[in-house]
């Protein structure tokens, strides 16, 4: 096999620079799998620079040695090329990653202040209902005094087979039911 080595651009990355190294040495991809048992479709997807849709960059590392030899060349540079590339998506998925981490730290804090916020309010809102009911008493009970609020005259009591008796020989005590006959010093 002749050793194949295509220009290498500082734009190109592993995929293209093996993409060009097998176009240039006339090999298909269907040769290409079949040499090196890679199956198509994940030559394909090397040679697109599709990693996502690759098995683990150990695996890439190996099929991108295989896929190299088999052109004949050294399989450093294009490793090499992988590292950068690699190095890239790296560096773009940590900053994804603490952009990420970033913005879910954020949300956490307004969720954790607006919590806040609805506990004071709810709190403030009870509180005040509280105060409300509270605050409204039942109306205040005068003490009323014992002693009649018109003056009444008294009607006098016939008692059945008995004299008539004066009104204001009888009194009415309050403090005890009943009736009660006159004062001690009322004495005829």
Do not use: C
């Not at 690699?86 to 969720?111: K, L, T």
């Not at 954790?112 to 109306?139: H, K, N, Q």
């Amino acid at each position: 096999m002749n050793p194949v080595t295509p220009e290498v651009t500082t734009a190109a990355g592993a995929g293209t620079f093996l993409s060009t190294a097998r176009l240039r040495a006339g090999i298909s991809l269907n040769d290409l799998a079949s040499r090196t048992r890679i199956p198509r479709s994940t030559l394909e997807a090397l040679e697109a620079e599709d990693w996502k849709s690759l098995p683990a960059m150990v695996y890439v590392r190996g099929f991108i040695r295989s896929y190299a030899r088999e052109l004949g060349m050294e399989p450093s540079l294009p490793l090499r090329l992988l590292d950068g590339e690699v190095a890239d998506a790296r560096a773009a998925d940590v900053q994804a990653h603490v952009d990420a981490d970033a913005a879910e730290r954020r949300a956490a804090w307004d969720s954790i202040r607006w919590r806040a916020a609805y506990s004071v309010a709810a709190t403030l809102i009870l509180a005040a209902m509280l105060a409300a009911i509270f605050s409204v008493s039942p109306p205040r009970l005068e003490a009323r005094s014992l002693e009649p609020a018109v003056d009444a005259t008294p009607m006098p009591v016939l008692i059945p087979g008995s004299a008539r008796i004066e009104p204001e020989l009888l009194r009415l005590d309050l403090g005890r039911p009943g009736l009660v006959g006159p004062e001690p010093n009322d004495a005829p």
